[in-house]
């Protein structure tokens, strides 16, 4: 599964993407991995074996830091995700 979290980097400076409970769960190996560009956050969830990544918790835990006062927006997109059949 991959999903795209878009920011402001004028508003928002990103400190770090740590993985969240649904990657750390017990019961199989998964990982997170982070990639960046300026305004995008893209994090990549992989199984790499057992049971796939369901159910409700948290992907990721993300910190940003205030560069200056603003109206902050955040958008997160699924860009890809596949089901084990």
């Known amino acids: 599964m991959v999903v795209a ?4 980097p004028g ?3 990103l400190v770090e993407a740590n993985e969240g409970e649904l990657i750390s769960r017990p019961g199989g190996e ?3 991995d ?3 560009a300026s305004g995008q956050l893209d994090l990549t969830a992989r199984v790499l074996h ?4 369901e159910g409700t918790g948290t992907l990721a ?3 940003f830091n205030a560069v ?3 109206e902050i927006a955040l ?10 059949q």
Do not use: F
Not at 5 to 8: A, F, K, L, S
Not at 75 to 84: K, L, N, Q, W, Y
């Open 11 to 13: 508003l928002l400076q």
């Open 75 to 84: 958008g997160a997109t699924i860009v890809a995700s596949s089901r084990a």
């Open 30 to 32: 998964r990982s997170l």
């Open 50 to 53: 057992g049971p796939a990544i």
């Open 68 to 70: 200056r006062t603003g």
């Open 61 to 63: 835990q993300i910190t």
């Open 34 to 36: 982070v990639t960046t």
């Open 5 to 8: 979290v878009r920011y402001d």
